[in-house]
């Protein structure tokens, strides 16, 4: 089976600057399979809060992730510098697939890369919503 090429930063639409923390190396000395997905959700969630998507605490709706999925390709370990990328591929009647990839300092191609599946819900019941449509102009925007 061929793995397909990992992606470049020209794949993405939006990006987050994240600083690593020595609590992110593991026993190994390389940052912790598990940090990587808090870097990729504060981006997304980054993003959905500069597009008024997200107010913490007083949103009724919010996403909640269904579904994650992430590729190691390269080493990253704290110090190094990363900034996480992120794209939509799909944007679904209550769901939103995003698409991501962490970048190591100022390489230009990916040290991780996979998606992330949010649902939309209403936060009281947590019942699936549909996306209002101000809020798909915003994915459309890094689609």
Same mark, same amino acid.
């Given at each position: ?54 107010? %913490? =605490? &007083? @949103?009724? $709706?919010?996403?909640?992730? #269904? ?9 990253? *370990? ?12 799909? %944007? =679904? &009647? @209550?769901? $939103?697939?995003?698409?991501? #990839? ?9 040290? *991780? ?31």
């Amino acid at each position: 089976m061929t793995r397909p090429a990992p992606g470049t930063r020209a794949d993405y639409r939006y990006f987050q600057t994240i600083t690593t923390r020595w609590q992110d190396n593991d026993a190994f000395g390389h940052a912790s399979n598990v940090v990587y997905f808090s870097w990729i959700d504060t981006a997304v969630n980054n993003f959905l809060i500069e597009n008024g998507i997200l107010e %913490i =605490g &007083t @949103s009724e $709706v919010v996403g909640v992730v #269904a579904e994650a999925n992430l590729r190691y390709l390269r080493e990253i *370990a704290y110090p190094d510098p990363i900034t996480v990328g992120v794209r939509v591929a799909r %944007i =679904g &009647t @209550s769901s $939103v697939k995003y698409l991501s #990839a962490v970048f190591r300092a100022d390489d230009d191609v990916a040290s *991780a890369e996979g998606f992330f599946v949010h649902v939309y819900v209403h936060k009281a019941s947590m019942t699936p919503t549909a996306i209002p449509p101000a809020q798909k102009l915003a994915f459309q925007s890094i689609m």
